[in-house]
């Protein structure tokens, strides 16, 4: 298993940003597609954004062009989720998560990701 750590959630009002970082202590991530995932409040698990080893990015239709950006710095060990104009929409729990059998063409399935953080609140609220 993968172990990986998110933070940097919190409250914002409308219109604000968030950056989300996800750590983890293997050094193998820069080899496998990773993604964000997010849970609405009595919802399902839906995927946000995924990165493949080389950084290949894709995102989900609720956030394509609305400034979210996904990205990894391997050196770090670390996935980022730039977000900004931030909607009450957007408040939810952020889930980082890695598919350690796959560093290209990632999947969009919340089941194809072995590998998940415990989540960090958002909540976009004036």
């Known amino acids: 298993l993968v172990p990986l750590m998110e933070s940097g959630g919190g409250s914002v009002q409308p219109g604000g940003s968030l950056r989300l970082s996800c750590k983890t202590s293997a050094h193998a991530i820069k080899n496998y597609c990773m993604g964000w995932f997010r849970r609405f409040p009595g919802k399902d698990r839906e995927g946000v954004a995924t990165?493949?080893?080389?950084?290949?990015?894709?995102y989900d239709d609720s956030v394509k062009g609305r400034r979210f950006t996904v990205s990894r710095d391997n050196d770090k060990n670390t996935l980022y989720l730039e977000m900004n104009g931030l909607k009450p929409e957007d408040t939810a729990i952020y889930y980082c998560?890695?598919?350690?059998?796959?560093?290209?063409?990632?999947?969009?399935?919340?089941?194809?990701?072995?590998?998940w953080g415990q989540g960090t609140q958002v909540i976009v609220s004036s």
């Open positions: 990165i493949d080893s080389d950084g290949v990015t894709n």
């Open positions: 998560a890695a598919d350690d059998g796959r560093a290209v063409w990632c999947s969009d399935y919340e089941q194809d990701f072995n590998n």
